[in-house]
């Protein structure tokens, strides 16, 4: 589908000039704009969805890597759960959900530059896992299918005091596969007026590991390797215009709710 001009009446059957702003999303970018209060109507049943809501910019890294570092900077709808950036990022690293996974914000230890390394502050508990009897006490048990990030990330949120540290937000790390662990590390960049009802990439470097690579070294590595994970990848993969495309999505969506482990 060809990318539609900004200024395009944004109702799904409309290509006339979209010329009156919706008043209810005012500052975001672009603005939702149509031709007639006729096609505002009509896109009303998916505009209202985000209208007027928030989005949060999350820098979204595997924690180790570089040249380049394997990172994607995405707006997340702030109402989806926990279980949903789960699937956000089972997209955004092109992983195929077919091992375990664990969310854990924490307070990183003063003077330890491992990642992660620190008192863990909330835990989230996989869809219909149960709490595991060794946690710390001290730790928040969250369940993923139930917290939303507004409930963290939003200053009104339930549990926004505990992840406030000294004006930052305390960095959450994304465990996938218990045998190779690879570390994704999300860190908080701010907030903006929601533009769609899922996920936007802004910013996408480096292919990312294939399922089951075994693991990767980096610190060992050569320096003139380069992007290594490249070979006989689909540039698709790290493309932001297809991964903002919206069928894109939503059948990565659905395959992903589909196989909870
Ligand atoms: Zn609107
Ligand atoms: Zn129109």
Request: net charge negative; hydrophobic share 30%; with cysteine.
């Amino acid at each position: 589908m060809p990318r539609r001009a900004r200024t395009e009446c944004k109702a799904a059957t409309c290509s006339n000039a979209g010329t009156i702003e919706c008043a209810g999303c005012e500052g975001a970018v672009p603005v939702a704009k149509y031709c007639s209060d006729a096609c505002r109507t009509s896109d009303w049943p998916s505009h209202k969805k985000y209208c007027g809501k928030k989005a949060y910019t999350l820098d979204i890294r595997i924690v180790g890597s570089k040249k380049p570092v394997i990172k994607r900077i995405v707006d997340v709808p702030s109402w989806y759960t926990f279980e949903e950036l789960h699937y956000v990022i089972q997209y955004a690293f092109s992983w195929e959900n077919c091992h375990l996974h664990s969310f854990v914000f924490y307070r990183p230890r003063p003077r330890c530059r491992r990642i992660p390394a620190g008192k863990e502050i909330i835990r989230f508990l996989p869809h219909g896992k149960r709490e595991d009897p060794w946690s710390d006490p001290d730790t928040t048990i969250l369940k993923e299918e139930v917290a939303t990030l507004a409930d963290v990330y939003g200053e009104a949120g339930k549990y926004h005091s505990e992840v406030e540290s000294r004006d930052t937000i305390l960095p959450l790390i994304y465990l996938y596969d218990f045998g190779e662990n690879w570390e994704h590390l999300v860190t908080f960049k701010g907030e903006k007026v929601a533009t769609a009802d899922r996920p936007i990439f802004s910013k996408v470097t480096g292919y990312p590991p294939p399922e089951d690579a075994g693991g990767y070294d980096w610190d060992s590595a050569d320096d003139d390797e380069g992007d290594i994970f490249a070979k006989g990848r689909d540039p698709d993969e790290i493309n932001p215009e297809v991964m903002n495309d919206e069928k894109r999505w939503e059948k990565r969506y659905k395959a992903c709710s589909r196989m909870r482990l």
